[in-house]
C-alpha cells in the first residue's frame, strides 16, 4: 500500500519536516530528526531507484487526478539516480553537520538551517520527480530561496554579498525559465511535460517555440553556471558554511544539468534543439572555453574552497560538453560523470570542512604540511585530486574514459577529445599545488605546537568524508553499478528503450 | 507590427528591460532589487495578457445550475469586459433588488440566491448565442492567471529575502553602495 505512494512520500516527507523542525527549536532534537528524515528520503530513493531500473517508467498521479488534467509525478532511471545523489548526499552531510555547525553558525540559529536545508533538499528532489513542467518551477524556486539563506549564513561578511549575487542572478535565470514556460504554454496548452512534448510536434517551427526554448535553456544554465553565466558559483562555494558547500556542490548544479537533459531530450527533441537550432554550436565552445578558463583560473587561486569552486566549473564544462555530443554514449557519459562528480566533489569539500573544523582557514599557505598533520584527511584530499585529474582506478577515470569514448564515437569530434586530454593537464596543475603544499612544504612550528592542544577531528566528521572518497574509488574499480544505471537513463531519455 | 492586440507584449517588453537595465546599471543594492522586481512583474503582465480571451467571460459552469447564477455574477464582476454587459443584465432583469450589489458582502447576496434565481453573463451570453444558433460560450483562461499567483507569491518571498540580505550587509559594511563595499572588501578574480 505505502510502496505505492513513495513518489509522494519523498517530496511530503522532507516538506513537512521542515516547519516541524522551527517547532521543535532545540538543536539537538532539530539536528536527528533531520537526519532521520533525510536517511528515510535516501531509503526511499533507493527503493525507487531499484524499482524504475527493474519495472521502467513510473507515473504518479497526485490526487488521482489524470495526467493532462493533474499534476504527475514522473520518474526514470535518470531521475532515480539524481534523487539518489541528493538524498544520499544530504545525509551523509547531515552526518557531518552537528560539530562543525557549532563552530560555524550561531547555536540559536541551529533549527532554521536544518529547516532550510530540508527545503532546499526539498526544492532538488522535487525539480527531478515532477512531470509537470510549472512544478519544475516551483520545486527550483523553493531550492534557490533556501539555498540564497543557506550560504548567507556562512562566518564571513562576503558570504551575505555571495548570496545577494546568488540571489539576484539565480531571480533572473527562473524568471527566464518562468518566461520560457508561459511561452510554451501559449502555444501548446498543455504544463505537463510528456502531453508538451506530443503538442510541440504541431508548432514546432513558429518562433514562440523558439523563443521558450531559448529562455528556458538560458535560464537553466544560469543555475548550472555554465561558464559566462557561472559568476555567481565560486563567491557562495568559497563563502556558504562548510557543510552547505559540500551539499550544493553536489547537487544544486548536477539537478540543474538533470533539468537540461531532460527538457532537452524529453520535451523539445532532438530535431527542434540539435538540428533546427543547433545548439551544439553554441554549447560546445562554451563548454570547452568553461574547461580551459575555469581550469587556468583555479590554478591561481590561494583559497583552496575557491579553488575547486573554479574547478566545479570546468567540470560542468565537461558535463556539457557530453551533452553536446546528443548522442546515446554521449548522454551515458553525461550521467556518468554527474554522478561521479557529485560524489568526488562532495568528498572533497566536506574534506575541507574537516580541515577548516581544524585549523580555522582554507588558505593554501595555512595547509603548509598538513600531510603530517593531518595524514588522514590529506590522504582523502589527495585521492579527491586524482579523482579531479581522472587518474585510473578512481570514479574520474571512469568519466573522463566514456568521455572520450563518447568524443571517438563521431569522427568529427576528435579535436574534442585531444582538448579534453590536455585540460587534464590543467588539473594536475591545480591539484598538483594542493598536494605540493601539504606534503613538501614543513608545518610552521607554531602549528605543530597548537596541534597538541586541540583535539582531533571528530569521528562523525572523519566517517561520512571517508565514506564518499572510498565511494569514488570502489566505483572507479567497479563502475558496473554507475554504467549500468546511466547506460539505462540514456535509453530512456532518447527514447530507445524497449 | 504594432497593432493593437500586441500592445500589452510591447509594454511586457518596455518593463522587462526598464527593469534589467536599472538591474545592472545601479550600483545601489535596494536599487537593483527594484530593477529586479520590475522584470518580475513584467512576466505577470506576459502570463495575464496571454490568458484573456477578447469577449470571454470567467470560466463557471452555468448550464446545470441557473439557480446560482448570482454567485456566479458575483464573481466575474471584477475582471473583464464582461462588465458592461453584466450592467445590462441588472438594468433589464434585477436593478430593484440590489443595485449595488458589487459593493455588497457575500453574505448579503448569499440569502437572495434561492429566492431570486437570476442570470449571469455567461449565461445570458448563452442564452443569445443559442438564438443565433451557435451553443459555445467563450471563456477567459483561468489557468495562466492561477499559475502567475504562484510566481507572484515567488517574487514577493525572493524580494523579502533580497532586502533582508541587504539589511544584514548594511549591518556589516555600513553601506548599501557596492562600489563602496567593493573598496572594503576587493574583489578576487
Known sequence: MISQHLPILQIVVPLLAAPLCVLLRQRHAVWAFALGVCWASFGVALALLLRVMNDGPLVYELGGWAAPWGIVYRLDPLGGIVLLIVSGVAALVLVFAPRVLDQEIPADKHYLFFAAFLLCMTGLLGITITGDIFNVFVFLEISSLSAYVLISMGADRRALLAAYRYLVMGTIGSTFILIGIGLAYMMTGTLNMADLAARLGDVHETRTIRAAFAFLTVGVSIKLALFPLHVWLPNAYTYAPSMVTAFLAATATKVSCYLLLRLVFTVFGVPLVFDEMRLAAVFMPLALMAIFVASTVAIFQTNVKRLLAYSSVAQIGYLVLAFGFASQAGVTACVIHLFNHALMKGALFLALGCVAFRIGSVDLEDLRGLGRRMPWIAALIVIGGLNLIGVPLTAGFISKWYLVMAALEQREYWPVAVAMLFSSLLAVAYVWRIVEVLYMQPPRPSDLQSDQREAPVPLSMVAPTTVMTLGTVVLGVYPTFTVQVAQRAAEFLLGVAA | ?189
Open chain 2, 1 to 189: 507590427m504594432l497593432s493593437p492586440g500586441l500592445y500589452n507584449y510591447w509594454i511586457v517588453v518596455v518593463l522587462m528591460m526598464a527593469g534589467f537595465y536599472t538591474l545592472i546599471s545601479r550600483g545601489n543594492l535596494v536599487k537593483k532589487l527594484i530593477g529586479l522586481n520590475i522584470f518580475q512583474v513584467s512576466v505577470f503582465m506576459l502570463y495575464i495578457s496571454m490568458g484573456k480571451v477578447q469577449g470571454g467571460v470567467a470560466p463557471i459552469l452555468i448550464g446545470e445550475m441557473p439557480a446560482h447564477g448570482h454567485a456566479a455574477t458575483h464573481a466575474a464582476h471584477d475582471i473583464d469586459s464582461s462588465h458592461d454587459l453584466h450592467h445590462d443584465v441588472h438594468a433589464k432583469e434585477s436593478p430593484p433588488r440590489h443595485p449595488n450589489e458589487s459593493e455588497g458582502v457575500l453574505s448579503d447576496v448569499l440569502p437572495q440566491i434561492d429566492a431570486s434565481p437570476s442570470l449571469s453573463p455567461a449565461a445570458v451570453q448563452l442564452a443569445e448565442l443559442q438564438k443565433t444558433g451557435d451553443a459555445t460560450i467563450v471563456y477567459s483562461n483561468p489557468l495562466p492567471h492561477v499559475l502567475i499567483l504562484t510566481a507572484i507569491v515567488v517574487g514577493v518571498a525572493t524580494t523579502a529575502l533580497g532586502l533582508a540580505l541587504v539589511v544584514r550587509i548594511n549591518e556589516q559594511y555600513g553601506t548599501i553602495e557596492e562600489d563602496e563595499i567593493h573598496v572594503m572588501d576587493p574583489e578576487q578574480p
